[in-house]
């Protein structure tokens, strides 16, 4: 694995962590909320999806 997936991966990781820590002792859920838990739930998808896409790169 590469230095640069390896990031990536690790990134994936603690942000999916984050919002499931989040979600979990979220006590009151309001508009800000639910935005916030919105945004970092794309920002973990965006890393995993980057870590998708360096693991299918072609080899040469």
Known sequence: MNKN????????????AA???VILFMEEW???????TALVAMLAAGQWLLFALLGTKPRK
């Open 5 to 16: 997936r390896k990031a990536f991966l690790r990134n994936a990781v603690i942000l999916t």
């Open 30 to 36: 309001g508009t800000a909320q639910i935005l916030i």
């Open 19 to 21: 919002l499931a820590v």
